[in-house]
């Protein structure tokens, strides 16, 4: 029995959208945000690894209805807006031995995947994902859970999510990132200690 099951009970019990074209609204509406979060911490109970993950957000995403999986990415996306700072990039660079645009992106997509408790503490302060370093990994990154949402909508209905969803009245995405400045640069490492000591040592603490 998977997660949604446990939540709601039988499939059968729950309204479904039509899956023709036509019954699919564009919609702003992000998913529920303690269900999202139900998700990916039963995700993280039932695998082991990357890969594994992503197959159990899949499955448990085509059990949402059309419009919720739709929300399910618009609240990745979110997500991922609100940790679009300098902070939390200096921890990128610092986990990663350098941080491009790309890999920012597949950074924070990897935060959010660890849970809601992960994602919130690395929000208020990004050194904590000290407790998320691991011996066995060289990349902190997590690209594929970006496009979960896409591939269960695709699995589900035959289509394109992306084309369903209300871009006009959906403000928090990629496209419309805040500006800043960098408290920080990669040639001064004490700018980088500063913001994030417990990953600096970690990482960098035998930079010279």
């Given at each position: ?125 990004p050194d904590s994902l000290i407790t998320e370093a691991d011996d ?56 980088l200690q500063k913001i994030c000591p417990k990953l600096f040592e970690?990482?960098?603490g035998n930079f010279e």
């Amino acid at each position: 029995m998977g997660l949604f099951d446990k939540i709601f009970g039988k499939k059968e019990n729950i309204p479904q959208l039509e899956t023709t074209q036509e019954a699919i609204s564009p919609t702003a509406e992000m998913l529920d945000e303690d269900l999202y979060w139900k998700i990916i911490e039963f995700s993280l109970q039932q695998a082991d690894n990357q890969y594994d993950q992503e197959q159990v957000l899949i499955r448990e995403i085509e059990k949402l209805n059309q419009q919720q999986m739709i929300g399910f990415r618009l609240r990745t996306d979110k997500l991922l807006y609100d940790t679009y700072n300098s902070e939390m990039w200096c921890a990128a660079y610092i986990m990663n031995g350098g941080c491009s645009d790309d890999m920012f992106e597949y950074f924070r997509n990897w935060v959010i995947s660890r849970g809601r408790d992960v994602y919130y503490a690395a929000k208020e302060n990004p050194d904590s994902l000290i407790t998320e370093a691991d011996d066995e990994t060289d990349e902190f990154e997590f690209e594929t859970f970006w496009y979960v949402a896409l591939e269960a909508f695709k699995n589900k209905t035959g289509e394109n999510l992306y084309n369903h969803i209300d871009n006009e009245n959906f403000e928090t995405k990629e496209g419309n990132y805040p500006q800043f400045d960098f408290t920080w640069t990669e040639e001064d490492p004490e700018s980088l200690q500063k913001i994030c000591p417990k990953l600096f040592e970690r990482f960098l603490g035998n930079f010279e």
